[in-house]
């Protein structure tokens, strides 16, 4: 299953350390409302184990940590929706690229 979102989400470091809990939750229903509009197919049933790979494609050259980009605000609505049963290790297994 391939999703597609035109957009990048916020760096961890944009909210961690910060007292910025509305602006997070802005982010993360945002977020949500554009996974969840880019589901064609969703499974019949949420997927027990899956390798959910992340790509990003930034824009410029700009040094970014992998760390900043662990996917939260992509792995939330995917639970939600009920294409992946859960987020954990035991469930998944996340992997990064650019």
């Known amino acids: 299953m391939k999703i597609t979102v035109n957009d990048i989400p916020p760096s961890n470091n944009q909210f961690i350390g910060r007292n910025k809990i509305w ?3 802005e982010y ?12 064609k197919n969703k499974p019949k049933e949420p997927y027990q184990k899956a390798i959910v790979k992340i790509t990003y494609h930034f824009a ?3 040094r970014r940590d992998p760390d900043n ?6 792995l939330d609505p ?3 929706e009920r ?4 987020d954990s290790f035991k469930n998944i297994s996340l992997v990064l690229g650019a």
């Open 23 to 25: 602006e997070y939750q």
């Open 28 to 39: 993360k229903k945002t977020w949500h409302w554009l996974i969840k509009s880019a589901i």
């Open 60 to 62: 410029d050259n700009i």
């Open 69 to 74: 980009y662990s996917g939260k605000m992509i």
């Open 78 to 80: 995917l639970v939600h």
């Open 83 to 86: 294409i992946i049963a859960d």
